[in-house]
């Protein structure tokens, strides 16, 4: 149980092209999302925290206008690269998180990341 | 106040051998440590955790320590094969969010 899906799993684009990036929690209702990035070999970074219905919540020097989270239901998470360039070339990872889930310890399950190139 | 350190940046170790992966913070109210798994073109996947109120904790091959006082916490990997080469990451939550070391790039060799 608790897994989490990204479509696609990578992506090209050319600069200035927006991408939209999915993340579903495909057999339990994630009451809360996360964006993480990853740039290779280093550590994930948290970009946004969102609950269904509520609008994200962006770490600081995450540009909302840029990277835009949507949690439209309970099981369904996009985030869009508005007019991407080469410097958000990276991988973005999406993790959901249930109260319920884990013997209550509202543990995060992370998906398979999605691997964004931007030309 | 919010990081985790994470060493060492990589490690080497022989088929069969104990890799030790050590994690410190700083923050008081992070209440919960996970390790986790990453390997290449992958999503990071949860090894074990443990709260705070617990010294120790084992779930197969996996031992994690944690030391309260000192606010540091350890992976143990033991009988380590091929297999675990990977990139470890310890983390830790405050509130809901999680903050992560900077990773442990492991090679188990043959």
């Known amino acids: 149980g608790a897994v989490v899906s990204q479509h696609p799993s990578r992506v090209i684009c050319k600069s200035g092209t927006s991408v939209k990036i999915e993340c579903r929690s495909l057999d339990f209702q994630a009451t809360t999302m996360f964006w993480y990035r990853q740039f290779p070999k280093q550590s994930l970074m948290l970009m946004a925290t969102?609950?269904?219905?509520?609008?994200?919540?962006?770490e600081q020097g995450v540009e909302k206008d840029k990277f835009l989270i949507n949690h439209a239901s309970l099981t369904l998470s996009t985030l869009t690269v508005t007019s991407a360039h080469p410097e958000d070339s990276s991988f973005y990872i999406c993790s959901a998180s249930s109260p319920g889930l884990a013997g209550g310890l509202n543990e995060q399950f992370f998906g398979p990341g999605t691997r964004l190139t931007v030309l | 106040q919010q990081q985790v350190k994470q060493s060492p940046q990589s490690l080497i170790v022989q088929k069969g051998g104990i890799p030790i992966i050590n994690c410190a913070y700083e923050n008081t109210a992070f209440d919960y440590f996970p390790w986790y798994q990453q390997f290449p073109g992958k999503g990071p996947a949860l090894l074990i955790a443990?709260?705070?109120?617990?010294s120790e904790k084992k779930e197969g091959r996996f031992t994690i320590s944690f030391n309260k006082s000192a606010k540091q916490f350890s992976l143990h990997i033991m009988d380590s094969q091929p297999g675990d080469s990977a990139t470890y990451f310890c983390a830790a939550r405050g509130g809901n969010k999680l903050t992560f070391g900077t990773g442990t790039q492991l090679k188990v060799e043959l």
């Open positions: 443990i709260r705070p109120d617990v």
């Open positions: 969102s609950n269904e219905g509520s609008k994200a919540t962006y």
